[in-house]
């Protein structure tokens, strides 16, 4: 995997730069920026790493969780960094901010660098490579080519990156060369049973009563499975946001399952859907017709509107892809 020429002049001939991931970020989100901030730090550049909201508690493990701003304390600190790089997403709605927060810097010049396929065309410099299982992967051959030592705090956030977006290595987009390059990271300093300790086993007791809310709500149907987490339930478990993160695989586990989809109220008739697939029904295309987007098997979208008219309409969409 080969970085293009122009994201690579442009690392190493430009400097000030606003690291940018997605809403509500993931293992891979967070990993892959944490790494590239490492990389450029590496090489003597200027930067800065930026989320929406507070950084989830889940990834607090993670070396470098503390050089995270929100947008809150980013503007705050009075900073105005000359280039963007957007890590794990390729559009600007997709990071959660107002796009009038961007417009306002006037970047010199804008990078993607992500594995989600797309229509958008955002950026001056674009490196979607849409058959990478994660933006991880991308950016350790980034770090690899550009011949800068992995050290173990980029090997710990790189391995985080790409085992989330497998499911430690369980789902259809581990390839070999994921494998090569876990071997290869555990050499340089990542600790396998710790990264999959604190993504997989260190739930709260509110986390798990959360689940099985969730669970009782389920619904099955002609190889769908469907639920809602409503506020109220957060509220009921003293749950937050975060807590609801992997619920979307759970029902993926039973046998008839074909599609699993979890409906998040995020506030008043505010929604985040998440869909999960086996083999090749494609959800990615279920997601796009609601404004959304992602891969053939993992993708997601925001909407608003009444609960039970969005879960009717879902079921159709979904069954059509049957």
């Known amino acids: 995997m080969i970085p293009p020429a122009d994201l690579l002049e442009f690392l190493k001939n430009s400097d000030d730069f606003l690291i940018v991931t ?43 969780a503390g050089d ?10 009075g900073q105005k960094a000359e280039n963007l790089i957007l890590v794990d997403c390729n559009e600007i709605k997709r990071t959660g901010i107002e796009a009038s927060f961007f417009h306002e810097f006037s970047f010199s010049k804008t990078a993607v660098i992500d594995h989600h396929e797309t229509n958008k065309s955002f950026a001056d410099i674009r490196w979607i490579v849409p058959e990478s299982p994660a933006t991880g992967l991308m950016i350790y051959h980034l ?66 009563k959360l689940l099985l809310s969730v669970m009782g709500s389920l619904e099955l149907e002609d190889g769908l499975a469907m639920a809602a987490i409503t506020t109220q339930m957060l509220s009921e478990t003293s749950s937050t946001e975060d807590d609801t993160e992997s619920f979307v695989s759970f029902p993926r ?53 009444d609960l039970e008219t969005l879960k009717k309409n879902l079921k159709d969409k979904i069954k059509g892809c049957f």
């Open 22 to 64: 997605h809403i509500s970020p993931d293992g891979d989100g967070i990993g892959s920026s944490a790494a590239l901030f490492m990389m450029l730090q590496a090489i003597g550049k200027k930067k800065a790493l930026l989320i929406k909201d507070t950084y989830p508690n889940q990834y607090l493990f993670l070396p470098r």
């Open 68 to 77: 995270f701003f929100s947008l809150r304390s980013y503007i705050d600190s």
């Open 143 to 208: 770090i690899k080519y550009m011949g800068i030592k992995i050290t173990p705090e980029m090997a710990i956030n790189l391995y985080t990156a790409i085992a989330f977006d497998t499911g430690n290595f369980r789902y259809e987009n581990t390839t070999p060369d994921v494998f090569r390059a876990a071997a290869d990271l555990t050499e340089a300093g990542a600790k396998p049973h710790q990264v999959y300790s604190s993504l997989f086993e260190k739930w709260t007791l509110n986390r798990f």
């Open 253 to 305: 586990i039973l046998n008839e399952v074909k599609v699993s989809a979890i409906i998040r109220e995020t506030n008043d008739n505010y929604y985040r859907v998440s869909l999960r697939s086996k083999s090749a029904i494609d959800v990615a295309t279920v997601a796009e017709a609601f404004g959304g987007g992602g891969h053939k098997n993992a993708a997601g979208f925001r909407t608003k509107g």
